[in-house]
């Protein structure tokens, strides 16, 4: 067996064995400087130091962030902990949820202050994460194919994700994935996180980079086109059943300003725009602004964050003037998911769904277990 191949069978097992001990993520909530937790059931207060307290009925914290840390007040004596803590708590129900700012969520909850603020970030096995992943990413008419199409990418990802920061591994919104919590939970969506549980797509023995998005507007976009660099399993594509929706949005010389303004550009006046470059799929890879201080050239990924900024759903786009017309909606690299359920409402299956949008990738199973 070659060394290369060796490694690969050692990275899957060593995933395998991540999974059967119990893999956890770390979510960002919220960054804030008040935070209100309630625990109903039994539950312990933890610091760097160790466990602080033990309470056995209900209770509800506020969090304050101060110059000197986290500050902790509660609503109803007798209250087990009260002022600073320093700068980590965690909340840990014995079973059931934590309530945070309102809504439930499954684990338990780290609390982190950094720099005035306080980051709150739910700590939680892999695949409960994923039931609240699922109904925020996917609405639950779609057909099941997707749903579990859905949940090996939004595994993969969360795979591919941790360790990406000290503090967190995720946030919760588009800009990772979107993480609803315990509130959003049903039984479709369980049942497709569960039939797939541990599976996930991988390239060269290791999880995928699995990014998705809601529609291509027709083809889907290669990384190259959106963050430079070449990425073997994410090529353009064409995508036969998208939703294919046209938008258009209009811009001016000021809004043009401010953006660039914003993306670290001061260039004063704007005069023009146009587009100089398309990508394998048709989008825009490279953009000039003219302005009073001479043409300013855009790139990838910059030219990304610069019409995002204007407020176009996605880069597949004509311009007219100062308007926009395009069509599709997010980056368009990897599975498109009004296409995925073109794609199952003509017969296809997961797997078949996940090969076309990932060519060269492998679907891999891990034993996870019984308790999940």
């Known amino acids: 067996m070659s060394l290369r191949r060796l490694l690969t069978v050692f990275i899957i097992l060593a995933l395998g064995a991540a999974f059967a001990a119990g893999l956890t993520v770390r979510v960002l909530l919220e960054e804030t400087g008040l935070a209100t937790v309630r625990l109903d059931g039994r539950h312990s207060l933890w610091s760097w130091a160790g466990r602080l307290a033990t309470v056995d009925g209900p209770q509800t914290y506020r969090l304050i962030a101060d110059e000197q840390g986290i500050a902790v ?16 708590l965690s909340l840990v ?41 699922l109904p925020g990413e996917v609405p639950a008419s779609f057909p099941y194919e997707v749903l579990k199409a859905q949940a090996i990418l ?36 369980d049942r497709a996180v569960r039939e797939t549980a541990g599976r996930v797509l991988a390239y060269d023995g290791r999880p995928i980079s699995a990014v998705y998005h809601a529609d291509s ?7 190259a086109e959106v963050w430079g660099g070449n990425v073997p399993y994410l090529q353009s594509r064409d995508d036969p059943w998208s939703l294919d929706q046209r938008w258009r949005v209009s811009t001016s010389p000021d809004a043009v300003s401010r953006v660039l303004e914003q993306l670290g550009h001061p260039v004063g006046a704007v005069s023009g725009l146009r587009i100089d470059g398309r990508g394998a799929s048709g989008r ?44 599709g909606s997010g980056h368009g690299v990897g599975m498109s998911q009004w296409g995925a359920r073109g794609f199952a409402r003509h017969g296809w299956n997961y797997r078949e769904i996940l090969a076309y949008y990932y060519p060269k990738t492998v679907l891999t199973h891990y034993q996870l277990s019984a308790s999940r």
């Open 73 to 88: 007040t509660c609503d109803a004596p007798p209250c087990p902990l009260s002022g600073h803590v320093g700068n980590l």
């Open 217 to 223: 507007g027709g083809k889907t976009a290669a990384a």
């Open 284 to 327: 825009i890879v490279e953009m000039s602004v003219t302005t009073d201080r001479g043409e300013l050239r855009l790139r990838v990924p910059e030219v990304g964050r610069f019409l995002r900024a204007l407020g176009l759903p996605s880069t597949l786009a004509s311009l007219s003037g100062w308007t926009f017309s395009g069509r």
């Open 154 to 189: 939004a595994r993969t990802y969360t795979l591919s994700r941790l360790g990406s920061n000290p503090d967190y591994d995720l946030c919760d919104t588009s800009r990772c994935q979107v993480y609803l919590g315990a509130d959003a939970e049903s039984p479709r969506y």
């Open 93 to 133: 129900p014995a079973n059931g949820f934590i309530r945070v700012n309102g809504s439930d969520y499954r684990g338990y909850l780290r609390v982190v202050w950094r720099d005035g603020r306080l980051l709150l970030i739910n700590k939680l096995d892999i695949e409960d994460y994923l039931r609240g992943v």
